[in-house]
């Protein structure tokens, strides 16, 4: 048997494999990239949306060779992931049928489910409350440095900028907040996830120019206020550099959620996600600040209260139903008796793991 036709009679297992954290460890497939469709010798394909794929080519057949290679903890894996799921699904193997695709927008004025906004504090003077160090910035909860807070205007500003000089310091710290209501997928599971908005600004002068898409928990689902400030996650759920973006003002931007992002997906409610810089995210101050003048990494986004919705930042979320299938490659799971001779019904635990 060739390399091609291994993967092709293989390719459920290795597709239930290379959709584990472990096994995308073995198979070496990056563990930020969406729900992994197809696996062959010398490329792997991921969905990022309905009907839209996205391939990693090799020019040698670099996934047989790893295969090959690691042989033993790949077919472990493999038995294992079967046996457990088999017998904890009580001899059904559950994979996801048919698709269908939710485009979600957070409402605009008057809000009545859904918010988008930003919080933070913007052009800090030298003098007064003054210009902030970076850890005093990110430890705020809202209540100390006169707040910027929008949640009904036409765009959302998010800026990190740092200026230098006597009073030297950071001038604007914000953070950002798209919600959507994603109640509609109920138990349907989430294939894959995009995130897009417009942009119409952009300032690239800083050294960190990442802006990062996190968790978010404000008080209100329909209002952004100061108090918010700190109610944004530190997880990456996917993430888009200021110096990349489209900003002619009309052209969506779009980032392809992670595996953490898709699963931070509320599918009986309101997704909140989040907007930092990264530098803030991860609590690193950028390098290479300015002894005078002034540096940022800003990005200037449309919100939902623009008129209509055709620039309105939006969620495409692409689920499908869980269904129950009765064999896999031909052979009834039923004519599956054991697998490393402990049968489906019996398996309490394999190796101290249970079930």
């Known amino acids: ?66 295969v090959m290679h690691r042989w033993k903890e790949v077919s472990a894996a493999m038995e294992w992931q079967a046996n457990s799921f088999l ?30 906004g930003m919080t933070g504090f913007q052009g800090l003077p030298d003098g007064g409350v003054g210009r902030q160090t970076f850890a005093n910035a990110r430890g705020d909860d809202g209540s100390t440095y006169p707040c910027c807070t929008r949640d009904a205007q036409a765009y959302i500003g998010l800026g990190m900028g740092y200026r230098g000089g006597g009073g030297g310091g950071w001038e604007d710290f914000q953070r950002g907040f798209h919600l959507y209501d994603t109640s509609s997928i109920g138990s349907n599971t989430v294939t894959a996830a995009v995130n897009s908005w417009v942009c119409s600004q952009a300032s690239t002068t800083l050294s ?46 779009a980032v392809t959620l992670n595996s953490d992002g898709r699963a931070a997906i509320d599918r009986a409610g309101i997704t ?5 810089h990264d530098g803030d995210r991860s609590n690193t101050e950028p390098g290479g600040l300015p002894g005078s003048g002034a540096e940022s990494a800003t990005i200037l986004l449309r919100s939902a ?21 009765d064999n896999v490659n031909g052979i009834a799971l039923a004519s599956i008796q054991d697998f490393n001779d402990v049968t489906a019904a019996n398996g309490q635990s394999i190796n101290g793991a249970d079930f």
């Open 1 to 66: 048997m060739n390399d091609k036709q291994f993967f092709l009679r293989y390719q459920p297992q290795i597709l239930g494999l290379a959709n584990t954290s472990e096994g995308r460890d073995l198979l070496g497939i990056d563990q930020g990239v969406p729900t992994v469709i197809e696996v062959m010798p010398w490329y792997v394909k991921w969905l990022i949306g309905q009907g839209e794929y996205q391939t990693e080519f090799h020019v040698y057949a670099v996934f047989f060779r790893r």
């Open 272 to 276: 909140k996600f989040g907007w930092r």
């Open 305 to 325: 209260d623009e008129s209509g919705t055709s620039i309105d930042p939006k969620l495409v979320v692409t689920h499908a139903v869980a269904s129950d299938i």
């Open 87 to 116: 017998a904890r699904r009580g001899g059904h193997l559950l994979v996801p049928a048919g698709s269908d695709t939710l485009t979600a927008r957070p409402d605009a004025d008057t809000e009545s489910s859904t918010v988008d």
């Open 208 to 253: 960190e120019l990442t802006w990062c898409i996190v968790s978010s928990s404000p008080a209100s689902n329909t209002a952004i206020v100061a108090g918010d400030y700190d109610s944004c996650g530190t997880t990456d759920f996917g993430n888009i550099e200021a110096d990349a973006l489209n900003t002619d003002g009309s052209s969506y931007n």
